[in-house]
């Protein structure tokens, strides 16, 4: 027996399925299953959200304590599974999967009280400024300066490729209070509200033709110094502590629902007759459940180290992710019939293949995440 096979994790799983068969609406579900991104419209992601909080499933990962279910990680990725599975939407994970466990983490109490349930209900919606035009993947070398006048910061530079800043009512940035020492102790983590004068909000469009991020400007803007999460100076603790969580853990469920819908576009335009083919859904099939033995390791305490492991399944899932939307391009350049008649899979084949290229370079790019990998492993080896 497994951890997923007690009788307590069946029948968890059994209430998780009846309230997706019954409070999922067919509109909601079209709308994930003809995504093209993993960053679902906002429309679409706060209309689920509202259901999932009015049952208190808005945040699987949150502690009761703040209005989480308090489920521990096995439920969390029996929902998650289900939950893919069912394909609902996903919901945005700048608020409840990232800036939240900070706020929770380093938050004043007024800061907890006033910001935990309004990311929980929906009513604010965050975008994260970190990157800079010439600080990606080196995040240490941020410029927007934020200067201490009063009970204020000001700050002046701009951030970008901030997913969704366009619908966003609250940012969370890293900025520079100081020059002085290694480029990493002069950076602050701010909390703050688009509406401040001076912010600018550009459009940038990707090769998919969507507008997903922007470009976000600051002149002269004026930000509580009570909107500073920890310390002045000590933002880089905080922002390594949201990385973790940004990186998250369960790709595979996603990923086999992906595979899923990819099977039917097989079947439906005869592609999976041949052998060639089918050995091709094998192996995505197997490098998926491979994936998930990891996750199920990690989550009974096995597995590579804790260090390691967010930057491990962050490659193996979205490099798997990659493989499968090659597969459903391929098959799509099968079919012949109208568009809207096109199995969900096939219809937006395009669009997310060239979507989730980026899978590859946001949260840390791969190339990133395999020299942490190598970092520890040295280590490992030397020790
Ligand atoms: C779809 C999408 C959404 C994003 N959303 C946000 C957001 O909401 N907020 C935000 O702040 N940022 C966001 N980003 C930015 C993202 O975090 C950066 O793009 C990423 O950190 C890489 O930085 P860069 O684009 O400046 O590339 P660079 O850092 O210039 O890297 C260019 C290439 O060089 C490689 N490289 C760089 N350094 C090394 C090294 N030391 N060793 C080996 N290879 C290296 C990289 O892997 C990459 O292939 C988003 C990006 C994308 C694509």
Redesign the pocket.
Known sequence: MTMLDTPEALAFRQEVREFLATSLPDDLRRAARRAT?V?QDPSVSLAWQKVLHARGWAAPDWPAEHGGPGWDDVQRYIYAEESARANAPTLAP?GLKMVAPVIMHYGTPAQKAELLPRILSGEDYW?????????????ASLKLRAVRNGDDYVLNGS???????HFANKMF?LVRTSTDGRPQSGITFLLLDMDTPGITVTPIH?LAGDH??NQVFFDDVRVPVAGRLGDENAGWTVAKHLLTFERGGRYAPALAAHLAAIREGAEATGWIEQDSNRERLAAAAIGIESLRAIELAGLAGRGPGAAVRPSMLKVLGTEIGQQLDTLALDIAAGWEGAFEDAPDALAVAMPRYL?N????????????Q??LIARVVVDQAAA
Request: net charge negative.
């Open positions: 991104s960053f700048m975008c994260q400024g970190y990157s800079e035009p010439g600080a990606g993947s080196d995040l951030k970008i490729w901030t997913t969704h800043a940035c990707t997903e991020f979507n290229r980026a899978s590859m370079i946001y949260a840390g790019s791969n190339e990133i395999r020299d």
